[in-house]
């Protein structure tokens, strides 16, 4: 009798399987209880854990509490619930095996069929303002990766869930299937599970790794160790680093056509970032259209007027700030129309009909802005190839949360963001001209314009616009001249111009250069060992120098 009732039980790893039972423990709540429902509907019986199962109840919803499953209370407050063989036996027998279902018989275990958990917001938790150490430790799950491992491995025969907008397809195939699943769905969906909780351990890692040392003084009084919140000392660069990120895009090729690449998106990437972007027409991304678009992108979105950056090659060859974005982008293109064709526009501000058609005029691979007019988009409707991305603005910050990482040989540089964060106070004259307001003014927007110039990088600038731009030279000397040189090939005079310099001037040949080519103002950060011969330098030019006391590379 009992070999009979095992022997009903296999399952000889067919494509389809049964969902008979299924076990519902979850967080997040959104949409548990119309998955319920819909399974309740297809008569599957539910299992579930604490709050969720309070929340079926409640519902109005037939629940099976676990601890009627195992014949154990919840204990520990919750920390025990489901580290239970009649949970985790029920996950783990092998459908195809006579003997696994034998045991099951034999230890009156059901099998689950259908797993749906997600876990404790241990995540949410660290990011709370003030959050202390036994909270978030306390926010640490066990028993739901333990399962979800569990019916990961198993998915010949268990179907597992973390995400919830997996739920409404999972129904969908359960109702078109007579309550089966097809292996390629129990697959993807096990793939999905094992990368949700090697994510949710790579969280607990980088948090543990980069916490520095607490002791009794950081302790509140409930003895509660209370954690740093200046992000450069608490797990900003752990002892060792866990990173996931998700394919969002396959490229037609990489840099070069011989190279296969692919565009992956930080699952924590917030609005005001490039990955965030909706392509609203033109052809496919490429590998060099993205690289360049964020860097068009971070350059545009840091400016509080309406402004228009153009980016070729990852450098900026036009930028400008107007009372609009059409005004802005003439100006811009104004800087070298020669390097502008074929380049990456980005602006801050929503582009309208009138500011479409004068783009319009030139050859460009993408156009990224927050916002498009109907009218806008009609206009570039006309040139289908024309990559539109629309990316929200976001929040101030929302750029720079994470680390900045670059790939070496057999490894990876890991580093805080570079924030500009100049303001006129922080500026410190050093020469004894002073540069008047408009010339401050200057100053401050050509040193925002070379934070994003590839270094060694010089800026002409005036009237809130780039005049030359000079990058990726192995001189500094190099820079300042080319930068001269592109100003005097776009007609554009350096009369009376302000220039910025990423790092400090290593002697007073490049000032020459800048101070030959017009320029009555500089901005640099200092911190050479010749800064008083360049200041001299300065002097005796007659020019207005003010130091950062921060440079900005850019490699």
């Known amino acids: 009798m009992v070999q009979l009732a095992a022997s009903s039980l296999l399952n000889p790893r067919p494509n389809l399987i049964p969902v008979r039972r299924a076990l519902l423990s979850v967080s997040d709540k959104s949409g548990i209880l119309e998955l319920a429902r819909a399974l309740h509907d297809l008569g599957i019986t539910l ?29 520990l407050d919750g920390r025990v619930k489901t580290l239970h063989p009649n949970v985790h036996g029920g996950l783990l027998a092998r459908r195809d095996l006579p003997q696994h279902m034998q045991q099951l018989i034999e230890a009156g275990i059901e099998p689950i069929d259908l797993l749906v958990v997600n876990l404790y917001p241990f995540r949410q938790t660290l990011k709370k303002p003030g959050a202390a150490y036994q909270e978030v430790i306390e926010n640490i799950d066990i028993g739901g990766p333990a399962m979800l491992r569990a019916a990961a491995k198993n998915h010949d025969g268990v179907a597992v869930v973390v995400d919830p907008s997996d739920y409404e397809p ?49 302790q509140d009084p409930q003895h509660n160790t209370v954690l740093p919140q200046d992000p450069a000392t608490a797990s900003a660069l752990p002892s060792t680093f866990s990173l996931q990120v998700h394919k969002h895009q396959d490229m037609r090729y990489g840099e070069n056509p011989h ?14 970032c490039l990955s965030r972007y909706t392509q609203l027409q033109g052809k496919e991304l490429s590998f060099n259209n993205i690289a360049d ?57 929503e582009l309208d009909e009138t500011a479409a058609r004068a783009i319009g005029q030139q050859f460009a691979e993408v156009i990224i802005a927050p916002a498009f007019s109907a009218a806008a988009l009609k206009v570039f409707s006309e040139k289908q190839n024309l990559r539109l991305l629309r990316v929200p603005l976001g929040e101030d ?91 005097g090939h776009a007609g554009l005079t350096l009369a009376g111009s302000v220039a910025a310099s990423d790092a400090f001037f290593p002697f007073r040949d490049g000032l020459d250069v800048v101070a030959d080519a017009g320029a009555v103002a500089v ?25 950062t006391g921060m440079r900005h590379f850019r490699h």
């Open 397 to 487: 910050d929302a750029v720079f949360q994470g680390l900045d990482i670059k790939r070496v040989s057999g490894g990876l540089l890991l580093q805080t963001p570079d924030r500009n964060t100049l303001r006129a106070e922080d500026l410190r004259v050093v020469t004894e001209r002073k540069p008047t307001p408009d010339q401050l003014a200057d100053l401050l927007f050509a040193w925002k314009v070379a934070t994003w110039v590839k270094s060694n990088a010089i800026v002409f600038c005036k009237d809130q616009m780039t005049m030359g731009v000079g990058a990726g030279q192995m001189s500094r000397l190099d820079s300042a001249r080319i930068a001269a040189i592109k100003a």
């Open 523 to 547: 901005v640099q950060p200092g911190g050479s060992v010749r800064d008083d011969e360049v200041i001299a330098a300065a002097n005796e030019r007659g020019l207005a120098m003010v130091l």
């Open 47 to 75: 299992l579930s854990t604490g709050g969720t199962a309070q929340a079926l109840k409640e519902a109005g919803l037939p629940v099976t509490p676990v601890e009627d499953i195992t014949h154990f209370p919840e204990m």
């Open 170 to 218: 999972l129904v969908s195939e359960l109702r078109g299937g007579q309550s089966q699943l097809m292996f390629a769905t129990r697959q993807r969906l096990a793939a999905k599970a094992f990368a949700h909780t090697a994510a949710y351990d790579g969280a607990i890692s980088n948090f543990l790794n980069g916490l520095p040392a607490l002791d009794a003084s950081t």
């Open 293 to 349: 678009a964020d860097a068009a992108w971070l350059c545009v979105r840091s400016f509080a007027e309406p402004a228009c950056v153009i980016v070729k090659h990852a450098n900026p060859c036009g930028v400008a700030v107007a009372a609009s974005p059409l005004e802005a982008y003439k100006r811009a293109f104004q800087t070298d129309p020669t390097s502008a064709f074929g380049g990456i526009l980005a602006f801050n501000a």
């Open 259 to 272: 190279q296969h690449a692919a565009f992956y998106r930080d699952s924590d990437a917030k609005d005001g």
